[in-house]
C-alpha cells in the first residue's frame, strides 16, 4: 500500500515569497491533514479535511496560509507571502476513520525561508 | 500550562536498559493518548496507544496511563540503538474539536 506522497520534498524561499506544497493521502483515506513542525517541536495542527470540506482550521493563519482539496483527494497548501517563521517542515497525514485514531503521516515538505 | 508536556531530553540510556519516557497533559477530558517514534528526518510514526487507566503492552514497549494524575508514560524494555530516536507524546483533547495535541517530544539516545 503506496503511502502518503507530499512534494516538493524540499524548498527554499525568500521572504515575502510564495510556495505550495502538494499531498496524495492513502487511498481510500477520507480525512486529510496538514500539520506544521518548527524544528525542536511537535507538530502542530493546522488544517483538517473530512473529504472535500473543512473541519478545522482554527490554527491556520488566514492572512497568508491557504490550503484546499477540491476533489476529496489530493490537497495543496500555499503560504504567501511568506515569512522567516514559517520555516519549518509541512507535515500531510491522512486516516482512514473521522477519529483519526490512526494516522499516517508523509515524509514532509522542508521548507526554509531566508 | 501547556496542553501536553514532555521532558525535552536528551535521555540517554545503555543498550539493554529500560528507558522510561513521560508526559502530562492538563485536559482533564481528554479519552485517547498516543505515542509517536520520530527518526531524525523522518515523519513520526505511531507506535503505541492507549485509551484506559493502566498498562497496555506491545512487544518491548509498554504504555501507562493515569487519567487521575494527568499522565501517561512509555516504557521501552532491552532498548537497542534503533530506538534511538525522538518520541512524541500526542492527546486528543476534546475541547480543541478533537484533534491531536503533540508534546514537543524526547529525544532519546541508547548507547552501545
Known amino acids: 500500500e503506496a503511502g502518503v506522497a507530499q512534494s516538493p520534498r524540499y524548498k527554499i524561499i525568500e521572504k515575502r515569497q510564495s510556495v505550495a506544497f502538494w499531498c496524495n493521502p492513502i487511498s481510500g483515506h477520507a480525512t486529510l491533514y496538514w500539520y506544521q513542525q518548527i524544528l525542536g517541536q511537535g507538530p502542530k495542527l493546522l488544517i483538517q479535511?473530512?473529504?472535500?470540506?473543512?473541519?478545522?482550521d482554527s490554527q491556520l493563519p488566514k492572512d497568508r496560509f491557504s490550503a484546499e482539496r477540491l476533489k476529496g483527494v489530493d490537497s495543496t497548501l500555499k503560504i504567501q507571502p511568506a515569512k522567516l517563521e514559517d520555516s519549518a517542515v509541512y507535515l500531510c497525514?491522512?486516516?482512514?476513520?473521522?477519529?483519526?485514531?490512526?494516522?499516517?503521516f508523509g515524509e514532509g515538505s522542508w521548507l526554509t525561508v531566508v | 500550562q501547556k496542553e501536553v508536556e514532555q521532558n525535552s531530553g536528551p535521555l540517554s540510556v545503555p543498550e539493554g536498559a529500560i528507558a522510561s519516557l513521560n508526559c502530562t497533559y492538563s485536559?482533564?477530558?481528554?479519552?485517547?493518548f498516543f505515542w509517536y517514534r520520530q527518526y531524525s528526518g523522518k515523519s513520526p510514526e505511531l507506535i503505541m496507544s492507549i485509551y484506559s487507566n493502566g498498562d497496555k503492552e506491545d512487544g518491548r514497549f509498554t504504555a501507562q496511563l493515569n487519567k487521575a494524575s494527568q499522565y501517561v508514560s512509555l516504557l521501552i524494555r532491552d532498548s537497542q540503538p534503533s530506538d534511538s530516536a525522538t518520541y512524541l507524546c500526542?492527546?486528543?483533547?476534546?475541547?480543541?474539536?478533537?484533534?491531536?495535541?503533540f508534546g514537543k517530544g524526547t529525544k532519546l539516545s541508547v548507547k552501545p
Open positions: 497525514a491522512s486516516s482512514l476513520d473521522p477519529s483519526g485514531n490512526t494516522i499516517y
Open positions: 479535511f473530512q473529504n472535500n470540506g473543512v473541519v478545522d
Open positions: 500526542a492527546v486528543r483533547v476534546e475541547r480543541s474539536q478533537g484533534n491531536l495535541i
Open positions: 485536559d482533564r477530558g481528554s479519552q485517547s
